[in-house]
């Protein structure tokens, strides 16, 4: 992807705007609208729910960085289609359909993702779609899981799917250092420690605790 | 767009919306009917489900161009005030219709197709029209000036969405045209996960745990 230092300036300066646009429609007094809950309540929960989670956090930035590491097209497919699947995945969790390993899931996206990155892996899209459209369904299981129970469940499901498309830019925008002779390299330190992260939430699994 | 479009397309932004906010709290009703209208103003800005629907057929115009969406300026807020007096009359239960929605345009504008101009303007009008009825089934006022105020708030909508997909798509930036169909996608998403919520979210045997955030570990 060839994009210059201005354009890079302008999608930091794209976020911190939707970032300022978010928490002025959060700051909004909840209107008492006919058969809803707190509306920028949900918001900030569903908002919050993959950033505090740092299994999710990982995993979505290695989704981006990835991206940007493939080029074309998958830099353009995976923002696109990616909310599309996790909406599959949340209204599976929504539903309560029985997922078994979700944790297990969400662990090993971060670990597979960060070798992938690692290794500088180039599979054909159709192999890289499938195993980020794979691990969508189980982060947006995760998110669809937890629906808050005081909150806009509504608003809440929009909160997750910006989030989670503000990790994938942010990640893009750290894939933009490949441009750089240390580049690549970097990248591929970067995803050795996004796959070390994945291995420390699996962890607890593996040993039963 | 560069960066000191952004500054100033956020800042107009942030701007509206403070003045969005402020008229909540100076709506007294100096003027016979002005409450009524201010309700109506607020009613599609204050959920989710109307104002990203209308965002996204803004999208799918602007994607179109200028020129070709033009007499949308004109039949969208026809479509909604008529979809409004159709909902006052009704009051239909419409939570799905209205995700439906989000998931129909957003979808169409992660997808970029390039749609005929009768399609688009057939669209249009149909959201324009739902959301007219659902915001019109909420009708507990004075009719006329909340009408009035719910088709002015979503034409703005509708319009802003218009002309800053189709500023940004004449930009020369390459990623332009993937954030717009991000966004899209973010939409679409809404709407299937909102699809989902209007059928289950009845039932209280669905929430299945309390929100549990575990900060960072």
Excluded: C
């Excluded at chain 1, 289609?81 to 979700?102: R, S």
């Excluded at chain 2, 500054?7 to 942030?14: D, F, K, L």
């Excluded at chain 2, 807020?77 to 439906?100: C, D």
């Amino acid at each position: 992807m060839n994009v210059s230092m201005r354009e890079r300036r302008a999608v930091a300066e794209l976020i911190a705007s939707a970032a300022l646009l978010l928490t002025l429609a959060v700051s909004f007094p909840a209107q008492a609208h006919v058969g809803q809950d707190d509306i920028a309540g949900g918001l900030v929960v569903g908002f919050l729910h993959p950033i505090f989670g740092f299994d999710h956090v990982v995993a979505m930035v290695a989704v981006g960085i990835w991206g940007a590491q493939l080029g074309r097209p998958a830099i353009w497919v995976l923002p696109v289609t990616f909310p599309l699947v996790m909406a599959l995945g949340g209204v599976l969790g929504i539903l309560g359909v029985p997922i078994p390993g979700v944790e297990i899931g969400v662990a090993a996206s971060a670990i597979v993702l960060g070798a992938m990155i690692a290794f500088a892996v180039r599979p054909p899209l159709v192999v890289s779609g499938l195993i980020v459209a794979v691990f969508a369904i189980f982060h947006g299981y995760a998110h669809g899981a937890e629906l808050p129970e005081s909150a806009s469940a509504v608003s809440y499901a929009f909160g997750f799917v910006v989030a989670t498309g503000m990790l994938h830019a942010i990640g893009i925008l750290i894939g933009t250092i490949k441009r750089w002779s240390w580049g690549p390299a970097l990248l591929r330190v970067a995803g050795a420690l996004i796959a070390l992260v994945g291995v420390w939430f699996l962890l607890p699994h593996l040993t039963g605790g | 767009m560069n960066s000191r479009q952004v500054h100033v397309v956020s800042r107009i932004v942030t701007g509206a919306i403070a003045l969005v906010a402020a008229s909540q709290v100076y709506a007294h009703g100096a003027t016979p009917g002005s409450n009524a209208f201010f309700s109506g103003l607020l009613h599609p800005l204050t959920a989710l489900e109307h104002i990203l629907p209308l965002i996204a057929i803004g999208m799918l115009a602007g994607q179109r161009g200028l020129i070709a969406g033009q007499g949308l300026l004109v039949a969208f807020p026809i479509a909604f005030a008529s979809g409004a007096l159709i909902g006052a009359a009704l009051a239909p239960e419409l939570s799905a219709v209205n995700a439906g929605t989000a998931l129909v345009a957003g979808g169409l504008v992660a997808l970029a197709f390039a749609l005929p101009r009768t399609l688009l303007y057939v669209i249009v009008v149909a959201v324009g029209a739902i959301h007219g009825m659902s915001n019109g089934g909420a009708i507990g006022q004075a009719l006329a000036p909340f009408i009035a105020g719910a088709t002015l708030a979503a034409t703005l909508v509708f319009a802003y969405a218009f002309g800053v997909t189709h500023y940004a798509l004449t930009r020369t930036t390459t990623w332009m045209p993937v954030a717009v169909r991000a966004i899209g996608s973010w939409i679409a998403a809404f709407g299937i996960l909102t699809l989902a919520l209007a059928f289950v979210v009845q039932s209280p045997t669905a929430s299945v745990a309390a929100t549990s955030i575990s900060p960072w570990v």
